[in-house]
């Protein structure tokens, strides 16, 4: 019969630390008086014996315990009790028994023979230590209920991770696996290291069914291939935080985080040049529109990094831009930063009032990161997306230049190029607007940057997939082969960053971002690595189903970064300037009034005209329009046939098509 002993085990690593030392101490007092007292009894003979003072069982442990108290043995986490403690263990019982010895030299009772003091100090000892140890066992023994996990990666990182996952409920570490051959068949604080092959044999043996990467030190390129060689293993991946971060207490052991699309990238992390970063930012007034929004966010954190004299936020959410004032602030307290942070509320469409802020802080680098930027939502509310994507970019580049602002950088996507959609065709004007305005003699440095798709930024897909798999699925994907240029969020912030430095004016800026990725194979790939498989014709019985949605209004299969093939490399290897054309600024002003006052009196159709006016290479599809026009001329429809049936109660009910 096996005897559950989890519930006693967690009872006692519940108890108060002040319950725990008492408990200790009384356990002491009581052991270290009972080994003297054998000590006299396997020396002395029975008449000797009588003439000890029982006192003497007092004094044992009187001088023992304020000697470990003094060594700091009460302090002592039995859980995470090593080889320092032992080592006070012995300095203590020594000493206490040197003191011992002491005192029964002058007293004027019964002098005890050396062998007493040699007998006591190795009972106290192997009392002391080995409870002690015995203890940590048993505390730190398997927890039935876990989960059997293998700890990929056995070096220091690994076995400091295993340690501490035995003091975690949820997990229960069974081995190590790890690609060194070298390490494979040793063993690591009681676990057995095994090959990486060893896997399948590990999870029907030993019932692993998680994998825990161990390995904070990985480029991202090496991290993907690990979990290229775990997949199809129907084995669940989480990776451990860095231990810098378990040290300092940001972050707890338990909060293993899910293999993130960034883990799946085969690109190493554009390394950021430390010249570059700095030259528009260190000591400057630097301001960022979209302040709380995904891109707009990051940027400012790493802002808040590089040393300005001032950070201002502006972004027309409340919400959003508390939060990140709310973060900014409190890192800067924690960091002991002396940076101000000033946060304004407002649209940066308003020209006058941007123009205001400009000139009241005396702003040097702009970064305008505000914009709408999901597809489907703008191609059905054209309006809001001109006015806000391109409009606003136009007045409030125009505000920086009356202010006299130094650099002035637009952050624009791989959708500008070739445009099928509003949102793209609008972030592409965005950038004309910019070139234009440079080359009309503009003392502002007019920069824009370009890049792809953003992990885990709002409405990014990888968080969408997360969601799905969550839930039982199913995973939906537009279309089996669309595919997507992929960076993180604080890659692109970075790239942004050092992008303006090197801007003289006009420039496009864009990110060698590798190869693309196919959006079904990530999500195939999210999948497998959450220990599940994809439910399909060949696999009837899989987890997860992949739904093809078809594409969406106006998105493309492929995005692209350039406008034209001539580009030129950068000083820094990763960053491409683009040689593009654009329209002189007289007739695209011109074309801008005209965009205007169509968007003042809501004439959809002549704004959406106009913008394929001013970027020829987009041809608006069907799905453009503004879905508030939409309803308006549906209801002016039927109040018309409506007004007709109330004239003539026989007029037949006409259907028309929606």
Same mark, same amino acid.
């Given at each position: 019969m096996t005897i559950n002993l989890a519930p006693l085990q967690t009872r006692l690593i519940q108890l108060p630390r002040s319950t725990k030392r008492a408990i200790a101490l009384g356990a002491d007092f009581a052991a270290t008086a009972l080994a003297l007292a054998i000590s006299v009894a396997l020396v002395l003979s029975d008449r000797a014996r009588d003439h000890v003072p029982l006192v003497y069982l007092a004094i044992a442990p009187?001088?023992?315990?304020?000697?470990? $108290?003094?060594?700091?043995?009460?302090?002592?986490?039995?859980?995470?009790?090593?080889?320092?403690?032992?080592?006070?263990?012995?300095?203590?019982?020594?000493?206490?028994?040197?003191?011992?010895? /002491?005192?029964?030299?002058?007293?004027?009772?019964?002098?005890?023979?050396?062998?007493?003091?040699?007998?006591?100090?190795?009972?106290?000892?192997?009392?002391?230590?080995?409870?002690?140890?015995?203890?940590?066992?048993?505390?730190?023994?398997?927890?039935?209920? +876990?989960?059997?996990?293998?700890?990929?990666?056995?070096?220091?990182? +690994?076995?400091?991770?295993?340690?501490?996952?035995?003091?975690? =409920?949820?997990?229960?570490?069974?081995?190590?696996?790890?690609?060194?051959?070298?390490?494979?068949?040793?063993?690591?604080?009681?676990?057995? $290291?095994?090959?990486?092959?060893?896997? =399948?044999?590990?999870?029907?043996?030993?019932?692993?069914?998680?994998?825990?990467?161990?390995?904070?030190?990985?480029s991202r390129r090496r991290r993907r291939e690990i979990l290229t060689s775990l997949e199809g293993l129907g084995l669940r991946v989480r990776i451990t935080p860095d231990l810098s971060e378990i040290a300092a207490g940001r972050v707890e052991v338990g909060e293993l985080r899910e293999v993130q699309a960034s883990d799946l990238l085969g690109r190493d992390a554009v390394m950021p040049h430390e010249g570059l970063?700095?030259?528009?930012?260190?000591?400057? /007034?630097?301001?960022?529109?979209?302040?709380?929004?995904?891109? +707009?966010?990051?940027?400012?954190?790493?802002?808040?990094?590089?040393?300005?004299?001032?950070? /201002?936020? $502006?972004?027309?959410?409340?919400p959003a831009l508390y939060r990140v004032e709310r973060e900014l602030q409190g890192s800067a307290k924690e960091s002991g930063s002396l940076l101000e942070i000033t946060a304004i509320l407002g649209n940066a469409a308003d020209r006058f009032r941007m123009r205001e802020v400009f000139e009241t802080f005396a702003v040097q680098t702009v970064y305008h990161a505000a914009a709408y930027k999901h597809v489907p939502i703008v191609e059905e509310n054209a309006i809001a997306g001109i006015a806000n994507n391109a409009m606003a970019t136009w007045r409030v580049a125009e505000a920086a230049r009356e202010a006299e602002v130094e650099t002035f950088v637009l952050i624009s996507t791989d959708k500008a190029v070739n445009p099928t959609s509003v949102m793209g065709a609008t972030k592409r004007l965005a950038e004309l607007i910019l070139q234009a305005l440079h080359a009309e003699r503009c003392a502002m440095r007019c920069c824009i940057v370009r890049f792809g798709n953003v992990l885990e930024s709002s409405g990014s897909v990888v968080p969408l997939f997360r969601e799905q798999i969550a839930v039982g699925g199913p995973v939906t994907v537009t279309h089996p082969d669309i595919i997507r240029y992929f960076m993180t969020i604080e890659e692109a912030a970075s790239v942004v960053i050092q992008a303006s430095a090197l801007a003289t004016g006009g420039e496009v800026f864009l990110l060698d971002m590798g190869e693309p990725v196919r959006i079904r194979d990530l999500a195939i790939r999210m999948i497998h690595l959450s220990g599940l498989s994809v439910r399909d014709a060949d696999n009837p019985d899989g987890d997860i189903e992949i739904q093809y949605t078809g594409l969406r209004p106006a998105e493309k299969l492929k995005e692209e970064l350039l406008v034209s093939p001539n580009s030129v490399r950068t000083q820094h290897p990763m960053i491409m300037r683009a040689l593009e054309a654009f329209t002189p600024w007289d007739p695209l002003r011109r074309t801008l009034l005209e965009i205007?006052?169509?968007?003042?009196?809501?004439?959809?159709?002549?704004?959406?005209?106009?913008?394929?006016?001013?970027?020829?290479?987009?041809? =608006? +599809?069907?799905?453009?329009?503004?879905? $508030?026009?939409?309803?308006?001329?549906?209801?002016?429809?039927?109040? /018309?046939?409506?007004?007709?049936?109330?004239?003539?109660?026989?007029?037949?009910?006409?259907?028309?098509?929606?």
């Amino acid at each position: 019969m096996t005897i559950n002993l989890a519930p006693l085990q967690t009872r006692l690593i519940q108890l108060p630390r002040s319950t725990k030392r008492a408990i200790a101490l009384g356990a002491d007092f009581a052991a270290t008086a009972l080994a003297l007292a054998i000590s006299v009894a396997l020396v002395l003979s029975d008449r000797a014996r009588d003439h000890v003072p029982l006192v003497y069982l007092a004094i044992a442990p009187l001088t023992a315990i304020p000697v470990f $108290v003094k060594f700091g043995l009460y302090r002592a986490v039995i859980r995470y009790i090593g080889k320092k403690a032992l080592a006070a263990v012995v300095a203590g019982v020594s000493i206490s028994v040197g003191l011992l010895a /002491v005192i029964d030299a002058l007293s004027d009772a019964i002098r005890l023979p050396a062998a007493v003091f040699a007998i006591y100090w190795s009972f106290a000892l192997i009392y002391v230590a080995g409870s002690r140890f015995i203890a940590r066992l048993a505390l730190n023994r398997e927890q039935p209920n +876990g989960a059997r996990v293998a700890v990929y990666g056995a070096g220091k990182a +690994g076995a400091l991770l295993a340690s501490a996952l035995r003091n975690a =409920p949820e997990f229960n570490p069974v081995a190590f696996v790890d690609d060194d051959e070298g390490m494979v068949g040793s063993s690591i604080g009681g676990l057995q $290291v095994f090959a990486v092959t060893d896997l =399948p044999h590990l999870a029907e043996r030993l019932g692993v069914s998680e994998v825990l990467l161990a390995i904070p030190s990985a480029s991202r390129r090496r991290r993907r291939e690990i979990l290229t060689s775990l997949e199809g293993l129907g084995l669940r991946v989480r990776i451990t935080p860095d231990l810098s971060e378990i040290a300092a207490g940001r972050v707890e052991v338990g909060e293993l985080r899910e293999v993130q699309a960034s883990d799946l990238l085969g690109r190493d992390a554009v390394m950021p040049h430390e010249g570059l970063v700095r030259a528009r930012v260190d000591g400057k /007034v630097v301001l960022v529109t979209g302040a709380g929004g995904s891109i +707009g966010s990051e940027l400012c954190r790493q802002i808040a990094q590089l040393r300005p004299r001032r950070l /201002v936020l $502006v972004d027309q959410s409340e919400p959003a831009l508390y939060r990140v004032e709310r973060e900014l602030q409190g890192s800067a307290k924690e960091s002991g930063s002396l940076l101000e942070i000033t946060a304004i509320l407002g649209n940066a469409a308003d020209r006058f009032r941007m123009r205001e802020v400009f000139e009241t802080f005396a702003v040097q680098t702009v970064y305008h990161a505000a914009a709408y930027k999901h597809v489907p939502i703008v191609e059905e509310n054209a309006i809001a997306g001109i006015a806000n994507n391109a409009m606003a970019t136009w007045r409030v580049a125009e505000a920086a230049r009356e202010a006299e602002v130094e650099t002035f950088v637009l952050i624009s996507t791989d959708k500008a190029v070739n445009p099928t959609s509003v949102m793209g065709a609008t972030k592409r004007l965005a950038e004309l607007i910019l070139q234009a305005l440079h080359a009309e003699r503009c003392a502002m440095r007019c920069c824009i940057v370009r890049f792809g798709n953003v992990l885990e930024s709002s409405g990014s897909v990888v968080p969408l997939f997360r969601e799905q798999i969550a839930v039982g699925g199913p995973v939906t994907v537009t279309h089996p082969d669309i595919i997507r240029y992929f960076m993180t969020i604080e890659e692109a912030a970075s790239v942004v960053i050092q992008a303006s430095a090197l801007a003289t004016g006009g420039e496009v800026f864009l990110l060698d971002m590798g190869e693309p990725v196919r959006i079904r194979d990530l999500a195939i790939r999210m999948i497998h690595l959450s220990g599940l498989s994809v439910r399909d014709a060949d696999n009837p019985d899989g987890d997860i189903e992949i739904q093809y949605t078809g594409l969406r209004p106006a998105e493309k299969l492929k995005e692209e970064l350039l406008v034209s093939p001539n580009s030129v490399r950068t000083q820094h290897p990763m960053i491409m300037r683009a040689l593009e054309a654009f329209t002189p600024w007289d007739p695209l002003r011109r074309t801008l009034l005209e965009i205007d006052e169509a968007l003042r009196v809501s004439d959809v159709r002549r704004a959406i005209d106009l913008l394929s006016k001013a970027v020829p290479e987009y041809a =608006p +599809g069907p799905s453009a329009g503004d879905v $508030v026009a939409r309803e308006r001329a549906g209801t002016v429809r039927l109040s /018309v046939r409506s007004r007709a049936r109330d004239a003539d109660p026989q007029a037949p009910r006409v259907r028309t098509p929606s």
